[in-house]
């Protein structure tokens, strides 16, 4: 055993670990919203990674799993989808039990109850629910069937399910709307406590979900940008579509949000194909010029427009040579329209996109664009830009370990940053070298080559205001981007001659 002094009284070492970087948001994440009564609305949001997952909670038939279907359809496929529940219509109160254990689940732990009994408070109302026998149940399900039954004695409407998903028993209010509760079971008077057996207690039940009135579109998507920024893009997939009225509200709406986000639509009336006709719901979306906004016309698959952003999501901006257009890109499950050249082009004036024939026996998807005609690649890509450049911004001040001086030097550790997202861009294809046509700043002029494909200029810090300066900003920055485009049309000249 040694003795004597402490080492620390001649030589200190003092280790620190700087703080994990802020990561930077997922660009190839959808969010899929539909008014089936899987996702109650104290939940509201739940991620899945692959269709399977989606089949197991929603079944096949629901419009979540068509519009899922369409979307993990994709090569390669996407890894991730978020379904939301919006209350399209009025929805019920709602609890749901703990997840049982392999043991808990044991049927044995509920056949030997003759004369069970819960104390349930539905709606505001006690219920004292007694003689629940459970002898001849075969299997959870059965247990729950058993134990409705006994219910809508007292309480007619109520539903008692058993979740083979989640491992749990949820009691659902028969009534929707505000007015509309379960409570966490109590002890009833008599009989055996059913309410720990199931777990439907307070020990480790899930908090009761108060019902909800029915909420507009616009309202459902502003509070999934409220609770969440895990997703870029939105679709709805609902078996009564929602008017063209409270589309346009929610696509304006995603437009002026804080975070960027994309809103896909797909039209399945066939007066787009009228190039007179202005009234239809993508003819007003052009007029209001959104750049958030995607359009995409199909007779037959109400959800086409989850495909299209499916192939979009594979990007992979963190790779090399690795974004695309989605013009001539496949939609698996989606059925090819056959057009005349006159709808074909009534679709591109109004810019929708199309999933269609051609004459030479293949189907491709064009042109790929926003409602207001930009590119949607190019959409996907700056918004991915300004979320890189801003983290890595932040992730520098916040891992410094004193500071990021104000100073010609501070700048310059700022420029460096901006450069290796610009670096990155030039990698994954997003931009390139070419021919600046914007108007000019710093030593830039209009029509001079952007060799590295992104020019950087920063003011010395000296130009500062004393305001700006007190206010410990930095100087403020401006980029210029060549944009590397991609080639959508072919046109040649051949001359033969002999």
């Known amino acids: 055993m040694a003795t004597g002094l402490n080492v620390s009284d001649f030589v200190r070492v003092d280790v620190s670990i700087n703080p994990t970087a802020a990561p930077t948001r997922n660009f190839g994440a959808s969010l899929v919203v539909g008014p089936s009564n899987v996702i109650d609305v104290g939940e509201r949001l739940r991620p899945f990674t692959g269709l399977d997952q989606v089949a197991q909670t929603f079944g096949t038939s629901a419009p979540e799993y068509q519009s899922a279907n369409l979307y993990f359809a994709q090569e390669p496929q996407p890894a991730l989808l978020y379904i939301g529940r919006w209350a399209q219509t009025a929805a019920p109160g709602v609890l749901h039990g703990a997840s049982l254990s392999t043991s808990q689940q044991l049927l044995s732990n509920f056949t030997g109850v003759t004369a069970g009994a ?56 028969g009534m929707t709307g505000a007015g509309s509760s379960v409570s966490y079971a109590g002890t009833p008077p008599s009989g055996t406590n059913l309410g720990p057996i199931m777990h439907l207690t307070s020990v480790d039940a899930s908090t009761p979900v108060v019902g909800v009135a029915a909420e507009s579109l616009v309202s459902c998507i502003a509070t999934f940008a409220d609770i969440s920024n895990d997703w870029y893009s939105i679709q709805v997939a609902t078996g009564t579509p929602p008017a063209d009225a409270d589309v346009i509200a929610a696509a304006v709406l995603v437009e002026g949000l804080n975070k960027s986000h994309t809103f896909g639509i797909t039209t399945t009336n066939a007066n787009v194909l009228d190039i007179t006709n202005t009234t239809e719901l993508a003819s007003q979306l052009k007029a209001l010029g959104l750049s958030k906004t995607f359009v995409q016309f199909s007779r037959n698959s109400p959800y086409a427009a989850t495909s299209l952003f499916g192939r979009a999501a594979t ?33 591109l004036a109004k810019n929708v996109n199309v999933f269609t024939q051609v004459e030479n026996g293949t189907a491709v998807l064009f042109p790929g664009k926003m409602i207001n005609g930009d590119y949607f690649d190019e959409r996907h890509g700056l918004d991915w830009f300004q979320n890189e450049l801003q983290t890595a911004w932040y992730n520098l001040l916040y891992q410094t370990p004193t500071k990021v001086p104000q100073t010609d030097a501070g700048m310059d550790l700022l420029k460096a940053v901006a450069k290796k997202v610009c670096a990155r861009a030039v990698d994954n294809g997003l931009i390139a070298p070419g021919l600046w046509t914007g108007p000019g700043f710093g030593s830039l002029k209009t029509g001079d080559t952007l060799s590295a494909g ?44 002999r």
Request: proline residues 2%.
């Open 454 to 497: 992104y020019y950087i200029y920063a003011p010395l810090v000296q130009s500062q205001s004393d305001a700006d300066r007190a206010a410990r900003k930095s100087v403020s920055f401006q980029i210029a981007l060549k944009m590397a485009g991609a080639v959508h049309f072919v046109a040649s000249a051949v001359l033969a001659n």
């Open 118 to 173: 819960l104390r349930l408070t539905i709606d505001g109302t006690q219920r004292d629910i007694t003689g629940i026998n459970l002898s001849t149940a075969l299997n959870l399900n059965a247990v729950a069937n058993l134990v409705q039954t006994a219910i809508a004695a007292v309480a007619s409407g109520v539903t008692v399910t058993w979740d083979a998903v989640l491992k749990r028993f949820n009691v659902q209010s």
């Open 315 to 347: 990007v992979d901006f963190q790779g090399s040579n690795t974004t695309i257009t989605l013009a001539y890109k496949q939609e698996p499950g989606v059925v090819a329209e056959s057009l005349s050249e006159s709808q074909f082009q009534a679709l």
